[in-house]
Nanobody
């Protein structure tokens, strides 16, 4: 079992920045491929960013490219999502997700992940 706990959400004005963190426990973190997803009210959960086990490979949804950065610190069992130039449409509950991976893969499909955090709210005001 893997437990994931997100933090760092909050209220920010458009154009501002936030940094999310997700701490994992229960399994060797370096064996996990990690991702960030978000879900806005009335909408389906959508992919934001993913990172491979070592952190060498990253992948972003188009709306996150150039604004968001996913990274990880395997020594701290933590994955991060640095969000810059935030827009009101970024408002959502943000979830981190994990899946055991044998190789240096990243995954953009929510069905690929079998561990999820409880989410952290990000609200961007206009």
């Amino acid at each position: 079992q893997v437990q994931l706990v997100e933090s760092g959400g909050g209220l920010v004005q458009a154009g501002g920045s936030l940094s999310l963190s997700c701490i994992a426990s229960g399994r060797t973190f370096s064996t996990l491929s990690m991702g960030w997803f978000r879900q806005a009210p009335g909408k389906e959960r959508e992919f934001v960013a993913a990172v491979s086990r070592s952190g060498s490979l990253t992948y972003y949804t188009d709306s996150a490219k150039g604004r968001f950065t996913i990274s990880r610190d395997n020594a701290k069992n933590t994955v991060y999502l640095k969000m810059n130039s935030l827009k009101p449409e970024d408002t959502a509950v943000y979830y981190c997700a994990a899946v055991f991976d044998l190789f240096q893969n990243y995954y953009s499909n929510a069905d690929s992940y079998n561990y999820w955090g409880q989410g952290t709210q990000v609200t961007v005001s206009s």
